[in-house]
C-alpha cells in the first residue's frame, strides 16, 4: 500500500493504494491540485519507498523547489532514494531522437533502466508534456502497467484541457486503477475546490466527489456549512452541541421561560477525516426574514422536528419551502424519541412531502451516536451530489 497522506481520502481508498496500481489526478485548469501529488510524494518518503519522479517541465532542482518539502526532497535526491528524469533528459531525447517510434522507444528503454538499476517502488509521472510529444497512448505505453511485473506503483498528474470526455474514456478503457478528478466550482458556496473519486478498481464504492480546503503543506476535506434547521424547541440547539467538539449559542429566554435561538448555533467538528462547521438556525416565525442569508451558501440540511408535536410538521414544511432549501442534500431527524410519541414515518413523509430518497431518522440528539449517525448520512449525501 501507498497513502495519499490525505486524512479521508486514505480512509475512502481502504487505508491506501494497493502496490502495482496505475492513478491518474487529473487537474481542471486554474484549479489549486498539485499538493495531491505533492502529499503522496511526501507520505512515500517518510515510507521509505523508492521514488522516481518524471518532470519534463522543469529541471530537478526547480521541482524540488517547488516542491512543499523542499529540504527533504533534496536530502533524498543526494542519498539516491529518490531519482529525477527532468527536463534535460527530455531535451536529450527529442535532440537525439527525431522519429516519433524511437522517442517512444528510448523513454520506455530509459524509465525501465531507472527502475531496475535503483530499485523503485513508485514512479511519479507529470504527464502533460510527455503526452504533448507522445500522444495519449504513446505516453501510457512508456510507464509501468497496471499490475506488472514488479508491482510498480505508477501515480500521474496531468492538467486535462479536454473536460469530462477524456476522464469517460480514462474510465471505459481502464487505464487506470484509481481515477481522481480535481475541479473549481462556483455553486452552492460561492467558490470552492472538490475532487471526484471517478473510478475505483478495487472497491465498489459509489462516485463521489468530495470539498475541500489547502493550506501551506496540507489538504483537508472540508465542508463549510451544513445548516441544522426546524421548528422551535425541537432540539436543534442540543444537536448541534451534541455533534460539535466545539461550539457557541446565540439565545435568549422566552416568556415561558425556555432558551430559545435567536441567531444561531454554531458548531465546529472533525469527522470522518472531514472538518465540518454545522449552523444552528432559529425555529420562530418571526426569524423567518434572516433564514435565507443562514441557509445561503449552505451544502445541506439537516431538518430537526420534535416527535412528541406533530402539530409541528406544518411549520416544518414551511421551512421546506425556502428557495434555496430545495436544491441542497435534505435529511429528516425525528427528534426526542427517548419520550413516548405517535409520529411515524409516513406521516412525516406524507406531511413533509419528501422525496423517496430523502433519509428519515427516529433519534434521540441527547445521544452523541445518533447524532453522528445522522452527520455521516449527511455527509455521504453531500459527496454524492452533482456540483
Not at 518518503?45 to 518532470?55: M, N
Not at 510498480?152 to 480514462?170: P, Q, W
Not at 473549481?184 to 464504492?205: D, G, K
Not at 422566552?254 to 469527522?271: C, E, I, K, N, S
Request: charged share 25%; hydrophobic share 40%.
Amino acid at each position: 500500500m501507498i497513502r495519499t497522506g490525505i486524512t479521508g481520502l486514505d480512509e475512502m481508498l481502504g487505508s491506501g493504494i494497493p502496490r502495482g496500481s496505475r492513478v491518474v489526478f487529473s487537474l481542471d485548469p486554474g484549479v489549486e491540485g498539485r499538493l495531491f501529488m505533492f502529499r503522496t510524494i511526501e507520505t512515500a518518503l517518510t515510507e521509505q519507498k523508492k521514488i522516481l519522479i518524471i518532470s519534463p517541465h522543469s529541471t530537478g532542482m526547480a521541482f524540488c523547489s517547488e516542491c512543499s518539502s523542499h529540504d527533504k526532497l533534496v536530502n533524498h535526491v543526494n542519498d539516491g532514494s529518490v531519482v529525477i528524469l527532468d527536463s534535460r533528459t527530455r531535451e536529450t531525447i527529442n535532440l537525439s531522437e527525431k522519429k516519433l517510434q524511437s522517442r517512444k522507444r528510448a523513454w520506455k528503454t530509459l524509465i525501465q533502466e531507472t527502475i531496475n538499476s535503483n530499485s523503485i517502488d513508485v514512479v511519479f509521472v507529470y504527464f502533460d508534456l510527455l503526452y504533448e510529444d507522445l500522444g495519449l497512448d504513446g505516453a501510457l505505453n512508456v510507464l509501468p502497467a497496471s499490475g506488472e511485473k514488479g508491482k510498480i506503483t505508477t501515480i500521474i498528474e496531468h492538467l486535462n484541457l479536454e473536460g469530462d470526455s477524456l476522464i469517460a474514456r480514462f474510465v471505459s478503457e481502464r487505464r487506470f486503477d484509481l481515477i481522481i478528478s480535481v475541479h473549481s466550482a462556483f455553486t452552492l458556496v460561492p467558490f470552492f475546490n472538490f475532487f471526484t473519486l471517478e473510478y475505483i478498481s478495487w472497491s465498489q464504492i459509489p462516485r463521489r466527489s468530495v470539498p475541500y480546503s489547502t493550506g501551506t503543506k496540507s489538504i483537508s476535506l472540508y465542508i463549510p456549512k451544513i445548516i441544522i434547521m426546524g421548528p422551535a424547541s425541537s432540539g436543534k440547539s442540543t444537536f448541534v452541541s451534541n455533534a460539535s467538539e466545539r461550539g457557541l449559542s446565540v439565545d435568549r429566554g422566552d416568556p415561558d421561560g425556555f432558551r430559545t435561538t435567536v441567531a444561531m448555533d454554531l458548531g465546529w467538528l472533525h469527522f470522518r477525516g472531514f472538518d465540518i462547521t454545522i449552523f444552528g438556525t432559529p425555529g420562530q416565525p418571526r426569524f423567518d426574514p434572516i433564514l435565507p442569508q443562514l441557509v445561503r451558501n449552505a451544502m445541506g440540511i439537516i431538518l430537526v422536528i420534535d416527535a412528541t408535536k406533530p402539530d409541528t410538521l406544518a411549520r416544518a414544511r414551511e421551512l421546506l419551502m425556502l428557495p434555496s432549501a430545495s436544491k441542497l442534500p435534505l435529511v429528516v431527524a425525528v427528534n426526542k424519541t427517548d419520550l413516548p410519541h405517535l409520529m411515524d414515518e409516513v406521516m412525516v413523509r406524507e406531511s413533509l412531502r419528501l422525496r423517496d430518497d430523502v433519509p428519515v431518522f427516529f433519534i434521540s440528539s441527547l445521544k452523541r451516536s445518533d447524532v453522528h449517525f445522522v452527520i455521516e448520512t449527511m455527509v455521504d449525501r453531500i459527496t454524492r451530489h452533482p456540483y
